[in-house]
């Protein structure tokens, strides 16, 4: 039994070191919500360091509102931005003789791009365009259009985020919306695994105890028979 551990990271939070000390994957912020060049490339040569996989994490136009905003942007628009965002992390990664492994949507991006298939297909068609996989959730529209268009799609499950019925998750805004147990995260994720088909866990490093949370999550998966490796 294999499961990835990703984590969102060149965000500037200031767990970024310990986290990549105990993850497989990381999604590096590409500018557009957060992060820059320099971010990027300080966290590109983290992940070289500790032997950490590294995708882009492309987002809608909005640093002020952290990229958690939804937009009304055209088809074109979103694959023009995701292109040029995918593309520069792809560049700074060769700096240390890496290879981006994935993309994965960041905030209101991904909400919409697994929501609707108008906005999963420029996601979608930004990802081809560098013969990357694509991150996203089960059953959702990144995932038909990904079938669809022959790119490579890793369900994703989130080990700190609640789940609506129908799967999509539970908004921040709203009471209850974060898993804060390590216990409770860890059976969760193994629903996520057996259920509904997860190879890769999302932890969030931008609470105040993303550090223990992860070291027990890490923890009691390996106590459980998990191998905590890459997807890629």
Excluded at 21 to 49: D, K, W, Y
Excluded at 68 to 80: F, G, N, P, Q
Excluded at 215 to 222: E, F, G, S, V
Aim: neutral net charge.
């Amino acid at each position: 039994m294999q499961i990835d551990l990703n984590c969102d990271l060149g965000e500037g939070g200031q767990f970024d070191a310990e986290l990549m000390s105990m993850i497989t994957t990381a999604n590096v912020a590409c500018g557009f919500h957060a992060g820059s060049p320099r971010e990027g490339l300080v966290t590109v040569q983290l992940a070289a360091r500790y032997g950490v996989c590294v995708g882009a994490h492309p987002s809608f136009p909005d640093r002020e509102n952290f990229g958690r905003t939804e937009m009304d942007r055209s088809v074109l628009a979103t694959l023009t931005d995701c292109v040029y965002q995918v593309g520069a992390l792809v560049g700074l990664a060769k700096i240390f003789g890496m290879t981006v492994s994935h993309v994965k949507p960041h905030g209101a991006l991904y909400n919409m791009a697994c929501r609707e298939d108008a906005m999963a297909f420029p996601v979608v068609l930004a990802a081809g365009t560098f013969g990357l996989p694509l991150l996203g959730l089960p059953a959702s529209s990144l995932e038909s259009v990904s079938r669809v268009q022959g790119v490579r799609f890793i369900a994703e499950g989130f080990a700190d985020r609640r789940y609506r019925p129908d799967g999509s998750l539970v908004p921040r805004t709203d009471s209850g919306a974060f898993v804060e147990s390590p216990k409770e995260a860890v059976t969760q994720a193994e629903w996520l695994i057996r259920e509904r088909g997860v190879r890769s866990l999302c932890v969030h490093g931008d609470n105040p105890e993303a550090v223990g949370f992860v070291r027990a999550l890490r923890q009691a998966l390996k106590q459980r028979g998990f191998e905590i490796r890459a997807f890629a």
